[in-house]
């Protein structure tokens, strides 16, 4: 590759590509339920449709996932969409493993929220999704 002014190639990007709210939210939830079918996952990322606005402030995008996985999950009894905040709220901060392997982004995000000790309900789902933490 030819440098750039910088010394740097040409077309190499020096930070992770800015992802908009929306496509957080939905690669989160295609790492959670690849196969859509989770409805508290669908109705999250219909909620999320339209924020085309990039990731930036953190504590905005963390009230706001909360915001919207509280609405749907008031009690915290739904595993997916626990796990599927998790990945977005990692994803958020590593914009970098986007576009990892669906797993390795579950055990990122798990040890990230619960130090790698998630709640009884999530640990069995995980378990019974194949996900390691």
Request: charged share 30%.
């Amino acid at each position: 590759m030819v440098p750039g002014r910088s010394g740097k190639p040409l077309g190499m990007p020096t930070e992770p590509e800015a992802l908009t709210v929306s496509e957080l939210v939905h690669r989160a939830v295609m790492v959670v339920d690849p196969d859509g079918a989770d409805e508290d996952l669908a109705e999250l990322l219909v909620r999320f449709e339209d924020a085309d606005e990039p990731v930036t402030g953190m504590e905005e995008i963390e009230r706001r996932l909360a915001e919207a996985t509280g609405a749907l999950d008031p009690q915290e009894e739904s595993p997916a969409v626990q796990v599927a905040r998790a990945v977005a709220t990692y994803l958020a901060f590593r914009r970098d493993e986007a576009d990892a392997d669906p797993e390795s982004i579950v055990t990122l995000a798990i040890r990230a929220e619960y130090d790698g000790n998630p709640p009884a309900h999530i640990a069995q789902w995980l378990d019974e999704h194949g996900f390691e933490y």
